[in-house]
């Protein structure tokens, strides 16, 4: 099974990504951040509970994600040839319970691969899915540098966990989709490869 986390800061590119990877090795993809707005948009408990995180750009709580990204699981397993995973884990937290989860499944991460970006880049790209998607916290500068510090100090330090097993790649976000995505595919060539 070919099981991906795609990482980065917000803004990076990792669900512009996740879609077009996905396609081209028959993957699920499996996004927290989408799973959650679907929740908050059905208001059901989940989602109520949620939302008073993401509107302030901040971590919504490990428990209730890795409950989640298990159910998912489940559900998925038996029907693909492996996953991406799209904003999950964001802490060591959810990377120690998650390595776990798989380990029970008999299956592993593959790799990690970060995409590295500027900051003005991301702050721009952010404002600008703000103006076109009205995503409501794309729309304030001050939720988008909550969201860039938070994974500053939170999340970024999860790649020495990744890198401790060896399957950390950093490869450069900047440039269009195409580009990056040539990127993606050559690092994930590679291994598969081995
Ligand atoms: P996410 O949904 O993961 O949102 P994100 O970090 O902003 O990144 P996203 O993947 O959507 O954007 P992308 O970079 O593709 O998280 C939202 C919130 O959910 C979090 O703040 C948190 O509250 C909560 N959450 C989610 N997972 C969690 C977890 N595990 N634990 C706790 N809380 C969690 O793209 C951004 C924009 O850039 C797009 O408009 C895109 O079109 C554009 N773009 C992409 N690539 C480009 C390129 N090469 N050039 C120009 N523009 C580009």
Known sequence: MLNIVLFG???????T?????????????????????????RKT???IQAKK????????????????????????????????????????????EFDIILAQKQISITLMIELEVDHDELISRLMKRGQLCGRSDDQ??????NRINIYNQSTRPLMEYYKAQGKYVGINGMGDVDEIYQRICSVIDKEIQK
């Open 45 to 47: 408990p989940r989602g």
């Open 140 to 145: 304030d500068i001050d939720v988008i540098n």
């Open 53 to 96: 995180y993401m509107s302030r750009g901040e971590l919504v709580p490990d428990e209730l994600v890795i409950g989640i990204i298990g159910r998912r699981l489940d559900e998925y397993l038996n029907k693909t040839n492996g996953f991406i995973f799209d904003g999950f884990p964001r802490t060591t937290l959810q990377a120690k």
């Open 17 to 41: 990504q996740s879609q077009i990877v996905m396609n081209r090795y028959n993957l699920m993809h499996l996004s927290t951040g989408d799973i959650l707005r679907n929740a908050m948009d």
């Open 9 to 15: 800061p917000p803004g990076a590119g990792k669900g």
